[in-house]
């Protein structure tokens, strides 16, 4: 039972264009919701991350917006960048594991 | 301060053998959660450790264990190899688990022949 759905698998986006990734959640317990990115042959990297009772975070170039009625998040990346090609993972955590979105590989093309 | 840190960064085993994976937290954090990623699987939650307790484990067979020392770091163990056992196994720290950010290591490639 996938518990989180990401979407969409791979995005293609024009430098300094907006990047938008998302994801979706069954469990209601879950209490906390962050980002990461990898880049091949390194770990993941935490991007920044939210809590259920905020609506949005921003840091820099990239904003959370949460929707708790709805059980959704996503990933807004501003002014995209050829540096942000990565692949991107949503997690949330519920008893101290993280569960994982499938990843979204992101292209920015110069 | 330092990061998380795996060794090996790379391991090439035989089917049957056993390994272990070494991981040490960043200084202060109290809990190590072990992930393995593939790509067909993804990123998939293996155990976590707190000031020596296992607290959660995922839906791993038995040939996986794992165990935390005293200043907090981390091995895990695969007993029994098996081809599908192929994968990274990423490391990551907290300083209490549950809902506080969780810092990864560069991840400890494993190949099974």
């Known amino acids: 039972q996938q518990q989180v759905k990401q979407s969409p698998q791979s995005l293609i986006v024009q430098k300094g264009g907006i990047s938008i990734i998302n994801c979706a959640y069954e469990n209601t317990a879950f209490d906390y919701f962050p980002w990461y990115q990898q880049f091949p042959g390194k770990g993941p990297a935490l991007l920044i991350a939210i809590r259920p009772d905020v609506s949005e975070k921003k840091e820099g170039r990239f904003t959370i917006s949460f929707n708790k009625s709805a059980k959704q998040f996503s990933l807004h990346i501003m002014d995209s960048q050829p540096g942000d090609s990565a692949t991107y993972f949503c997690?949330?955590?519920?008893?101290?594991?993280?569960?994982f979105g499938k990843g979204t590989m992101l292209l920015v093309s110069p | 301060k330092a990061g998380v840190t795996q060794t090996p960064r790379y391991l090439i085993k035989t089917r049957g053998q056993q390994v272990t994976l070494s991981c040490s937290p960043i200084?202060?954090?109290?809990?190590v959660s072990w992930y393995q990623q593939t790509p067909g699987q993804g990123l998939q939650f293996l155990f976590e450790y707190f000031s020596e307790t296992q607290r959660n484990k995922g839906n791993f067979p038995g040939r996986f264990s794992g165990r935390q020392f005293s200043n907090s770091r981390s091995e895990m163990n695969v007993s029994t190899l098996e081809l599908g056992d192929s994968a990274l196994y990423l490391c990551?720290?907290?300083?209490?688990?549950?809902?506080?950010?969780?810092?990864f290591g560069q991840g400890t490639r494993l190949t099974v022949v």
């Open positions: 997690a949330a955590n519920g008893y101290s594991t993280l569960t």
């Open positions: 200084s202060g954090h109290r809990s």
């Open positions: 990551a720290s907290s300083s209490s688990g549950g809902n506080t950010e969780a810092f």
